[in-house]
């Protein structure tokens, strides 16, 4: 029997016993759970009803981790990965499924939408919660319903609509490392047929990261956002929702700490670095002294029109939003300047979105038919900087100058001085960039149709076109170093260099201008030169459904999918070109509700074909000292899994969820750019994840209520292959366990008046304080000998207090 087989005998042995349940539930149904409907099929649905494996983040669990931005929630998500250590550069995963690439020549796999509306790259995605209702995590390819960008899901934020009361709240949250949270809502009605909602939020703290040298904060927060909507109806049957967004984040950049064990000044560390040598993140001090800083403005206009038809529904939905973003991050992890290098990441993005929607039903079909534009103006600068004396390291390590020290800044300028010439070139700044730019626009037309063939029998047909455009350049600037130039312009009109041809010294002006970060072949050719490029690309993503109700509380289904990500381009490697990515996904599950008690399971597999990412690889495999480089990366790869979530009110007080993925992720056709051959292996998703939480409210009759949560997150050991260790995500030292297990523990106890206008609250966030590295920054490995890593919160801890009119 194989694992496909076996995971479909497991859903039919579940809806026997639901049925045996579902008797029990009727003879007592004293309590029954809240209904949840979804719009994940672009319909409002319960969502039992909808034939997709999905769920719901309500404002419960949202309230029970102090959740502040998705990053906080993907642990209470099974198969959801998201790294937001920088929220403008955050990455998601969903089934295994990412785009691993910081640049804009890709595209996400996970696509992000908020009421509806695509929230276009990932660093404009990334944004504090403000007036959220629910989150819909939508797994496997949502190409057909949600288009571009949807290889692996679509996560869905709802957000609050403005109300026809009077409303008001304001919540303040103070805790541990200088936490301080404050945010606030206004609900005003402006009319008999309107109302505006104005939000507001600020969170600030100081982080946990101190540097071991000054005792300097290295981390925390400083974020502040406003959101005003306003919805008004226009007759009876016209309704117009308009909110615009304001979101400035300004704090210190993400946090390296050094896990290579340093010399003293002026001795260097060995290179290569032996993995056996690492140091624990955990257990030693960090230091910096790079500038860190991240920094984001965002704005977006949203305006959704809906207007009744006599056989339908028409929706039209306009979106503009505008980020600018800077990301500067130390990437060596020490404090000593002739080791030091450091990363910068630039952004300036502006999207225009417009989609027209026709809907309507009647007994026989239910049906939805669109069309969308989508236009993206996106520029991008990527950096890297250092100084001369760690150029001069780097130089003696790959063993490339004719000096007698190895070096060249130095020795030149010890030449320099010996021959009365008081100059200096150690020290000076070097900086090292890529410029690219975006333009693209998208087109699609869309039809999804449910045909209720019988009473309980409904059959699912939806189509998307979608045709991709980009216009992309490259700019590969020579090294910037004005300090040195102007110094090596001096030594040059002081004869300094002829003089040292007159003697047979080797040094020439020329061997002192070269650059180090961006060398391959590409980059050399082109230095200074703008290189454009531009492709099409097309796709047609369809899906197919069928479900049948075998009775009112049981349904099952099968479903066959397409996800569709467009083509792109290497930001960081001149000319190669990515294909279209595609992931086919065949689903089977079943899902069961009774008055107290509901689990939703289903059995999937997927083919994805041509995953783009980049990967920073070492040009020599037999030569770990030279310099890195960011490459073209392509590959295949197939999974097979179960999602499984239950949801169970025990009592009218006591209720339980619980969440569960398992999946077996595999390359296929996949080899990577060091010639590592990876056919069949794993490719680093951990088998089992799983989440579940408990909560109890007890009535104190005239005095309030009080509601206690517990949940616990528990993520597997990712599953290492050959080539794990080049990337540094995965694998075993001595000291250092990359990839292992985690787990993680929230409780929050909270008290609310008798007539609700007051709640106080007191939270713990990874309650039994358990840190785990979250990987390592290799970009100074090879060249200087110098490995960073980032590492998990600790325990954080608070007090909440809200008020409420």
């Known amino acids: 029997m194989t694992g496909l087989q076996r995971a479909m005998a497991g859903l039919v042995v579940l809806g026997t016993a639901g049925t045996a349940m579902a008797q029990s539930a009727r003879e007592d149904a004293a309590t029954t759970l809240d209904r949840i409907t979804v719009t994940a099929q672009s319909r409002q649905q319960e969502i039992q009803d909808v034939p997709i494996a999905l769920q719901v983040v309500d404002q419960n669990l949202l309230s029970d981790v102090a959740a502040e931005n998705l990053g906080d929630i993907d642990a209470f998500v099974p198969g959801l990965v998201i790294d937001a250590v920088q929220p403008t550069q955050p990455s998601f995963r969903l089934r295994g499924v990412e785009t691993d690439d910081f640049g804009i020549g890709t595209d996400p796999a996970v696509g992000i939408f908020v009421d509806g509306v695509y929230g276009g790259r990932g660093g404009g995605v990334l944004l504090p919660f403000v007036d959220v209702e629910r989150i819909e995590v939508l797994k496997g390819p949502q190409g057909t319903l949600f288009g571009r960008n949807t290889a692996a899901g679509a996560i869905s934020l709802i957000t609050r609509r403005p109300q026809a009361d009077v409303e008001a709240r304001a919540t303040v949250r103070v805790g541990n490392y200088g936490k301080k949270y404050a945010d606030a809502m206004w609900n005003i009605p402006t009319g008999d047929n309107s109302a505006l909602r104005f939000n507001a939020l600020i969170n600030t703290s100081d982080g946990w990261f101190q540097d071991g040298a000054t005792g300097k904060d290295l981390g925390g927060d400083n974020v502040w956002a406003t959101r005003a909507a306003w919805q008004s109806r226009f007759g009876d049957n016209t309704t117009a929702y308009i909110t615009w967004d304001h979101e400035s984040l300004d704090q210190n950049g993400r946090v390296t700490t050094g896990i290579v064990a340093l010399p003293d000044y002026p001795a260097r560390p060995t290179v290569p670095v032996d993995p056996n040598d690492y140091l624990d993140p955990r257990k030693v001090k960090t230091y910096s002294d790079a500038d860190n800083a991240e920094w984001r403005t965002f704005d977006g206009v949203t305006l959704i029109v809906d207007h009744a038809l006599a056989w339908g529904n028409f929706t039209s939905t306009s979106s503009w939003r505008k980020y600018d973003s800077t990301n500067h991050t130390e990437e060596d992890g020490t404090n000593r300047a002739d080791l030091y290098v450091d990363s910068k990441n630039t952004e300036s993005n502006e999207t225009f979105y417009q989609e027209f929607k026709f809907s309507g039903s009647n007994d026989h079909i239910d049906w939805v038919a669109g069309a969308s534009y989508f236009n993206e103006d996106a520029r991008q600068t990527s950096e890297v900087n250092t100084n001369t004396e760690a150029v001069d390291n780097i130089v003696r390590n790959m063993g490339i100058a004719p000096t007698p020290d190895g070096s060249l800044f130095g020795f030149t300028s010890m030449l320099a001085q010996m021959n009365g010439i008081p100059i200096s070139l150690v020290g000076e700044k070097w900086n090292e960039r890529f410029l690219n730019t975006l333009d693209t626009t998208s087109y699609a037309v869309f039809g999804d149709v449910i045909w209720k063939a019988t009473d309980r029998l409904n059959l699912t047909f939806g189509l998307r076109y979608t045709r991709d455009e980009k216009d992309f350049t490259w700019l590969n600037t020579p090294r910037n170093a004005p300090g040195l130039e102007a110094k090596l312009d001096t030594l040059e009109a002081l004869g300094f260099f002829q003089a040292l041809a007159g003697m047979g010294v080797p040094i020439t002006r020329e061997l002192l201008t070269f650059d180090m970060a961006f060398i391959d072949a590409p980059a050399m050719v082109n230095k200074g030169k703008l290189v454009r490029d531009k492709k099409r690309w097309s796709d047609w993503s369809p899906r197919f459904v069928i479900d049948y109700h075998v009775n009112d509380d049981t349904m099952v289904f099968a479903s066959l999918a397409k996800g569709y990500k467009a083509g792109?381009?290497?930001?960081?490697?001149?000319?190669?070109?990515?294909?279209?990515?595609?992931?086919?996904?065949?689903?089977?599950?079943?899902?069961?509700?009774?008055?107290?008690?509901?689990?939703?399971?289903?059995?999937?597999?997927?083919?994805?074909?041509?995953?783009?990412?980049?990967?920073?690889?070492?040009?020599?495999?037999?030569?770990?000292?030279?310099?890195?480089?960011?490459?073209?990366?392509?590959?295949?790869?197939?999974?097979?899994?179960?999602?499984?979530?239950?949801?169970?009110?025990?009592?009218?007080?006591?209720?339980?969820?619980?969440?569960?993925?398992?999946?077996?992720?595999?390359?296929?056709?996949?080899?990577?750019?060091?010639?590592?051959?990876?056919?069949?292996?794993?490719?680093?998703?951990?088998?089992?994840?799983?989440?579940?939480?408990?909560?109890?409210?007890?009535?104190?009759?005239?005095?309030?209520?009080?509601?206690?949560?517990?949940?616990?997150?528990?993520?597997?050991?990712?599953?290492?292959?050959?080539?794990?260790?080049?990337?540094?995500?995965?694998?075993?030292?001595?000291?250092?366990?990359?990839?292992?297990?985690?787990?993680?523990?929230?409780?929050?106890?909270?008290?609310?008046?008798?007539?609700?206008?007051?709640?106080?609250?007191?939270?713990?966030?990874?309650?039994?304080?358990?840190?785990?590295?979250?990987?390592?920054?290799?970009?100074?490995?090879?060249?200087?000998?110098?490995?960073?890593?980032?590492?998990?919160?600790?325990?954080?801890?608070?007090?909440?207090?809200?008020?409420?009119?």
């Not at 190669?576 to 008055?595: C, R, Y």
């Not at 960011?630 to 999974?639: H, K, P, Q, R, W």
């Not at 292959?721 to 993680?744: K, T, Y």
């Open 568 to 805: 792109g381009f290497n930001a960081l490697q001149i000319g190669p070109a990515f294909e279209n990515e595609d992931v086919w996904n065949l689903e089977m599950g079943i899902k069961q509700s009774f008055a107290r008690f509901s689990y939703n399971a289903s059995v999937f597999h997927y083919r994805y074909d041509n995953r783009q990412a980049i990967r920073l690889v070492d040009p020599d495999p037999n030569n770990p000292v030279d310099i890195p480089r960011y490459v073209f990366d392509t590959g295949d790869l197939e999974a097979t899994g179960v999602d499984f979530d239950m949801r169970w009110k025990v009592t009218d007080a006591f209720s339980l969820d619980a969440q569960a993925e398992w999946i077996d992720s595999k390359y296929k056709n996949y080899v990577t750019p060091e010639g590592v051959d990876l056919d069949g292996e794993p490719t680093g998703e951990p088998r089992f994840t799983a989440s579940a939480g408990a909560a109890y409210q007890a009535d104190l009759g005239g005095n309030g209520q009080l509601r206690f949560s517990v949940r616990q997150a528990y993520r597997g050991a990712q599953r290492c292959n050959e080539a794990s260790d080049l990337q540094g995500d995965c694998g075993i030292s001595r000291l250092l366990n990359v990839g292992q297990s985690r787990q993680r523990t929230d409780a929050r106890i909270a008290w609310t008046s008798p007539l609700g206008h007051f709640n106080w609250a007191v939270y713990a966030n990874n309650v039994f304080d358990k840190q785990y590295v979250r990987g390592l920054n290799t970009y100074g490995r090879g060249p200087l000998g110098v490995v960073g890593a980032t590492i998990t919160d600790p325990r954080t801890y608070g007090l909440e207090m809200t008020v409420k009119f």
